[in-house]
């Protein structure tokens, strides 16, 4: 090499920060679990997710109650990091088929490579990426007489909820995104900027059941008015400033508060109730008789309205069973995995 000429030294790989880095893009360990397993086993040993990954919640449960069967049809309609579709994958074979479904574009090329990675027949798997609102038409083209099984997990998944660039949580400061596709429709950024106090109120107390809905609502849209939030951390600032000046409860208050308006905004951006309303008119289409049906909802406006499907179900006849009672994570799998602790499984059978 010429004397003169300069040289460029190759770029460092960013050093991990410490045992408990918290940037997201940091965490380079916990992306590559192949690599590091000791390291992830850490994080989950110490009750935390890793990032960018999922950890499934009431799997054995799901699991006995669904039943699957080799030569059975099973359906994930929200399959996510792939944890609970990997178990009915391997549960419904030899021969049996597994149609996962999500929403999310850029998670879902990611969960696809991870179960093919597997080694199951390439045609014992279909993924398409599609809201499950419509989800009966996918099932009857492959499987006229609909599915054996069907699972929809309703809640956000811990990589949608940890990457800062999807805006999805207030912890990290973010774009004020919150879409499950960041490719339709559009950011909550840009919702605020289209409701008035009244409509604001209405989502507060319809998705979040938020106590302070009408007072909230018209700080929000006027500090928006002002100053139109771009990041997570300017709503997240907003919120947190009123409760604490009206001195409002504990500081785990303010973070439900907090939680509350955020889960609001994140349901009506992606019409997540809509949505659900569809997939539940359909769902008795979709399964064969005796077909099962499990669904994972997160909060009550979800968890209602699963409710009410079932026990209408039920008194059409278009049902032989429902769940009696809500089955919750045990004690042991919160303390496991604290995401898990909000979470509520129905199921029904079909007659």
Do not use: W
């Amino acid at each position: 090499m010429n004397d003169d000429t300069p040289y460029n030294k190759p770029p460092r790989r960013e050093r991990y920060q410490g045992k408990n880095p918290q940037e997201f893009h940091q965490k380079y360990k916990e992306h590559q679990p192949e690599k590091y397993a000791e390291d992830v086993a850490r994080v989950i040993a110490s009750g935390r997710t890793p990032a960018g990954t999922h950890r499934p919640i009431l799997v054995q449960e799901i699991l006995s109650i669904l039943a699957p069967q080799p030569g059975e049809i099973a359906v994930d309609c929200t399959i996510g990091y792939g944890g609970h579709a990997k178990e009915l994958l391997a549960a419904v074979q030899p021969h049996g088929r597994l149609l996962g479904v999500d929403v999310d574009p850029l998670e879902l090329p990611k969960t696809e490579a991870r179960l093919r990675e597997l080694g199951f027949p390439a045609e014992s798997l279909l993924i398409a990426r599609m809201n499950y609102a419509g989800i009966s038409k996918l099932i009857l083209s492959e499987s006229p007489d609909g599915a054996d099984v069907i699972l929809a997990d309703l809640g956000l998944s811990s990589m949608q909820l940890d990457d800062p660039a999807r805006g999805f949580s207030y912890k990290t400061d973010g774009p004020l995104d919150m879409r499950l596709n960041p490719k339709h429709g559009q950011p909550v950024s840009v919702l605020l900027s289209q409701l008035d106090p009244p409509g604001l109120t209405k989502l507060l107390e319809r998705n979040a059941d938020e106590p302070h809905a009408v007072k909230l609502a018209s700080v929000i849209l006027e500090a928006h008015a002002e100053y139109p939030f771009e990041t997570t951390t300017d709503l997240a600032n907003v919120v947190i400033d009123f409760i604490k000046k009206r001195r409002m409860g504990s500081e785990d208050e303010f973070k439900q508060t907090v939680r509350r308006v955020f889960q609001a905004l994140r349901i009506a951006v992606n019409d997540e109730f809509g949505a659900l309303d569809s997939f539940l008119r359909q769902l008795p289409s979709c399964l064969k008789s005796g077909g099962r049906v499990a669904i994972l909802t997160f909060h009550s406006g979800e968890d209602r309205r699963v409710k009410h499907a079932f026990k209408d179900g039920l008194r059409d006849g278009l049902y032989s069973a429902i769940a009696e009672d809500v089955i919750r994570p045990s004690a042991e799998e919160q303390r496991a995995n604290p995401r898990s602790s909000s979470a509520k499984l129905r199921f029904a059978i079909r007659s």
